[in-house]
């Protein structure tokens, strides 16, 4: 009788490497670790992001008819309020897993009220307070900007990433965080100050929005002419090249 060969010893079983620490729901910005240790416990409630975009959308709409009514400071701290909100939507739809692209478009177009209301309400108030006609051409200027800001910027996000859009910050704040000081500015008397900054600053935040949005992303330019011949390969039903899938 032929013996059986005998099987082969099962390879022996590696090490399984341990799990990555998790960094996706770590974030820098002060504000952001606030609203997320704010909402931990709320997770397996009913609430929902669209709930807290809802929320921010309405206090962002109160804090303005306070601003146009006069209630400058009490104004400032319910939009100080809705800023935070602006955060708990995101960081408790990352939370709970549920993120949805109808939820984020909810999310600029709340965003992109409310600015556009804290804007005119400030204008509307100052003028109502003696400032003249100029404060609520500067809230309306404002206003119109961010207008188009929003639009540009989901623009931006859909061709070139989310990160495209990332605002510049340092130690743990955002540019858009400088809204926290506003019950300071009001308290200091400085609001049309801020109304004069707002005009100037957000019609050139637009047109650097826009140029990112021409340019497209980085490294995708091409040298001079490059692009043109592109454009014109693409007319002739010529191969692109080195450029295909240029926007």
């Known amino acids: 009788m032929i013996p059986r ?18 960094t996706a729901l770590w974030d820098p910005r002060y504000d952001v670790r606030l ?18 975009t809802t929320l921010r959308l309405l206090t962002a709409v109160v804090a303005a008819a306070l601003f146009a ?6 104004a400032a701290w319910v939009f100080c309020l809705s800023q ?12 709970q897993g549920t993120g949805s692209r109808l939820g984020h478009l909810y ?37 119109l900007a961010v207008a188009g800001i929003f639009p540009v910027r989901y623009l931006i996000e859909e061709r070139q990433g989310k990160a495209a859009t ?17 019950p300071l500015v009001v308290f200091a008397g400085g609001l ?21 949005l021409r340019r497209g992303p980085p490294g995708r330019q091409g040298r001079p002419g490059q692009r043109q011949g592109q454009r014109q390969e693409q007319r002739q039903g010529q ?7 240029t926007p």
């Not at 609203?35 to 807290?52: D, Q, S």
């Not at 992109?112 to 003696?130: E, K, N, Q, S, W």
């Not at 003249?132 to 404002?142: C, K, N, R, S, V």
């Open 239 to 245: 191969p692109q090249g080195q450029l295909e899938g």
């Open 107 to 143: 999310d600029l177009g709340a965003d992109f009220l409310a600015f556009v209301c804290l804007f005119v309400g400030i204008g509307a108030g100052l003028t109502a307070t003696g400032g003249g006609g100029m404060d609520l051409a500067l809230g309306g200027l404002a206003g």
């Open 166 to 182: 990332r605002q510049p910050g340092l130690a743990g704040c955002e540019a858009e965080d400088c809204l926290y000081t506003l």
């Open 35 to 52: 609203v997320r240790a704010l909402l931990r416990p709320l997770v397996g409630t009913g609430l929902r992001p669209n709930h807290l």
């Open 192 to 212: 049309p100050g801020f109304l004069f900054a707002a005009a100037l600053g957000a019609p050139l935040a637009l047109a650097l929005a826009a140029g990112q």
């Open 84 to 95: 935070l909100l602006d955060h708990a939507d995101g960081e408790l739809a990352r939370l």
């Open 5 to 22: 060969p005998s099987a082969p010893p099962p390879p022996a079983a590696r090490a399984t490497p341990p799990a990555a620490v998790p």
């Open 69 to 74: 009514e006069g209630e400058a400071l009490a």
